[in-house]
């Protein structure tokens, strides 16, 4: 094992169980589309399905894959390196203080990943 490694094997035994990843999801309505719409706002990743419940199950599947990832890969400027838009920001931030909380822990190392998914107003994205 290399000592950068060594160090991050360490580094994240000391983290045991803290959030290294918080992600915020806005699920809504598509009218034009006809599907539901699920974004995260940081890392402007997109899920889209026939129902809000199925696109936030996508969502979050994704988004562990990317964090786990951008771990194994230094890939985290590459995480972050696509925002949602700032309207989407802004529609997600009216949303957050009903949003559901969820914890994926991940790996021997314990990394958790805390995904938060907020659903807008039904009908709203054009």
């Not at 699920?27 to 026939?50: N, Q, R």
């Not at 822990?105 to 039904?122: D, K, N, P, Y």
């Amino acid at each position: 094992m290399s000592a950068i490694a060594g160090a991050f094997s360490e580094y994240t035994k000391s983290l045991h169980h803290r959030e290294l990843f918080t992600f915020r999801v806005l699920t809504e309505w598509h009218s034009i589309y006809g599907v539901f719409i699920a974004t995260c706002i940081e890392t402007g990743s997109v899920a889209t399905a026939d129902s809000a419940d199925m696109a936030e199950d996508m969502i979050k599947e994704l988004l562990l894959d990317e964090a786990c990832w951008a771990l194994d890969h230094n890939g985290l400027p590459n995480l972050y390196s696509t925002p949602a838009t700032l309207s989407t920001w802004l529609r997600c931030s009216l949303f957050l203080s009903s949003a559901s909380r969820y914890r994926i822990v991940v790996g021997e190392q314990g990394i958790s990943i805390a995904i938060f998914l907020a659903r807008g107003t039904m009908g709203e994205v054009k």
